[in-house]
């Protein structure tokens, strides 16, 4: 069997229930299918947000989750401790998220804005402006390249850094730079064609 070895320790957690994820893929190494079951939980959330933001198609996110599980049950002696178990993760996520998007050749319009309550305020404060607000952020996103969106979902929402996320993407890092540059720029224009 196959042995894991940490590059670095992990950050210390500051709560008692934090999973480690090393000593599950180890066990998953090992062939430790409880062990796989955790980590599957313990995924699920992360990769359906995830892919959903990537993609934007509802129809085949359940598909995606279960080919990039599947390929961490099946190989999990890939991961090189290049980088963080997640980044790992949400790079094979990402590809087939790709492939997928590539096959489909189009794109879902269905988002959910639910991390966004905080920008856009209380729903049921004005209605009919929450639902100005949802459809001027519908197409703010429609307007972004998966490339782009997947740097927003993984630089806002699961809050890595660049270096990370340029390994998630397979791509420099100064290309995830020029793509979240871009993204912005465009959220900007939307956010002041809005204004006008």
């Not at 590059?7 to 957690?13: A, H, L, Q, Y």
């Not at 430790?32 to 359906?48: G, N, S, T, V, W």
């Not at 590809?95 to 189009?106: V, Y």
């Not at 890092?173 to 993204?183: S, Y």
Request: charged share 30%; glycine share 4%.
């Amino acid at each position: 069997m196959l042995r894991l070895v940490r590059s670095t320790p992990p950050m210390p957690n500051k709560t008692e229930n934090i999973v480690d994820e090393y000593a599950l893929l180890q066990r998953i190494v090992e062939g430790d299918a409880p062990a796989f079951e955790a980590f599957y939980k313990l995924y699920y959330p992360r990769l359906f947000r995830f892919i959903l933001r990537t993609t934007r198609d509802s129809e085949h996110i359940e598909e995606l989750i279960q080919e990039t599980l599947l390929l961490v049950w099946q190989q999990p002696e890939r991961f090189n401790h290049s980088s963080k178990i997640s980044s790992w993760v949400f790079g094979i996520a990402y590809n087939k998220s790709l492939k997928a998007l590539s096959k489909a050749g189009k794109y879902s319009k269905d988002i959910d804005i639910e991390e966004f309550r905080e920008i856009l305020g209380d729903p049921l404060a004005n209605m009919a402006e929450n639902i100005e607000n949802q459809d001027w952020l519908n197409q703010a996103l429609d307007s972004l390249p998966a490339d782009q969106r997947a740097v927003i979902e993984l630089t806002f929402y699961h809050g890595l850094p660049y270096q990370e996320i340029a390994k998630v993407l397979d791509c420099p890092e100064n290309t995830v730079k020029t793509r979240m540059f871009h993204a912005r720029k465009k959220l900007n224009a939307f956010a002041r064609a809005k204004g006008d």
